[in-house]
DNA sequence: CTACAAAATTAGAATAATTTTAATCTATGG
DNA sequence: CCATAGATTAAAATTATTCTAATTTTGTAG
């Protein structure tokens, strides 16, 4: 099986039907960068569907989140991003370069007592710094 | 001292000029709601201070952030709201009334391993889900 | 096949939050 | 007073996202 033919599976055994536009920005979060914005995934596509619209972007990132293969990532006011890891994790951006880099969060040993009194359903977390390739500049 | 003589020294502490605008914004911070927009503070100063313009409630966050009297946090995409407590401490947000919680969190508790790799310069944690009052409905 | 309905995509307009610009106002120090 | 810097303002501009309505594509029953 190719890895197209992987992810096909994939969205298919999420409910999601594969279009060659689904499949496609499936495939950039994927392979390619990491936590893109609506933009970046619509430039970075139109190249190859010159037709497609950030309307369908947005759209499928929305049909994506409902049926838990994205989450959406709020580190920047004004821009939403989207992550394929739906592991529970952190993320860490640059302030100088603007990468951000997933950090490993345990949920269970925070153990934060006062979220007792709620009905949990979403956690993020994230950080704001240099990261080492800054700091060494 | 007034409420207001007290809080116009905090402004003057920490670097800002307290004009009646900044002033005003800092009580309602301080007095009233918890987490506001910018448009909610707008709109509850402009029936007092008619000629208040939006961009002066923006340039003030941005400035009170500068000066670390305030984090401005994103919990919704969208629409930023202001914090002025600067201790640190995490969010819950109610997907149903809405309302903003601020959790305790110990930071150091956590010892995340991975962060040492990084310079950090900010922590935000946030939650969603259901709060007791929208529970108990 | 073919026709039809449903679903998906699209372009462009609309909306909402924020920022920018340039003008006016205010406070202060000489 | 006057000059100057700083603060505020209204309005226009920008940016991200959503909405709308039309068009295209897909799947299916005849």
Same mark, same amino acid.
């Given at each position: 099986?190719?890895?197209?033919?992987? /992810?096909?599976? *994939?969205?298919?055994?999420?409910?999601?039907?594969?279009?060659?536009?689904? /499949?496609?920005? !499936? +495939? #950039?979060?994927?392979?390619?960068?990491? $936590?893109?914005?609506?933009?970046?995934?619509?430039?970075?596509?139109?190249?190859?569907?010159?037709? /497609?619209? /950030?309307?369908? &972007? *947005?759209? @499928?990132?929305?049909? =994506?989140?409902?049926? +838990?293969?994205?989450? #959406?990532?709020? #580190?920047?006011?004004?821009?939403?991003? =989207?992550?394929?890891?739906?592991?529970?994790?952190?993320? =860490?951006?640059?302030? &100088?370069?603007?990468?951000? !880099?997933?950090?490993?969060?345990? @949920?269970?040993?925070?153990?934060?007592?006062?979220?007792?009194? !709620?009905?949990?359903? +979403?956690? $993020? =977390? !994230?950080?704001?710094?240099?990261?080492?390739?800054?700091?060494?500049?």
């Amino acid at each position: 099986m190719t890895n197209s033919e992987i /992810l096909s599976n *994939y969205l298919k055994n999420h409910g999601v039907k594969p279009s060659i536009q689904r /499949l496609k920005i !499936y +495939e #950039i979060l994927r392979n390619n960068v990491t $936590h893109p914005t609506a933009d970046e995934i619509f430039n970075h596509l139109v190249k190859e569907i010159p037709t /497609l619209s /950030l309307a369908t &972007v *947005y759209n @499928t990132m929305h049909l =994506f989140e409902q049926k +838990e293969l994205v989450r #959406i990532i709020n #580190i920047e006011n004004h821009q939403a991003r =989207f992550d394929w890891n739906m592991k529970p994790h952190g993320h =860490f951006q640059c302030n &100088v370069c603007g990468t951000i !880099y997933d950090i490993e969060i345990d @949920t269970n040993q925070m153990n934060i007592n006062e979220l007792d009194e !709620y009905q949990l359903e +979403e956690s $993020h =977390f !994230y950080f704001k710094g240099l990261c080492k390739t800054c700091l060494n500049k």
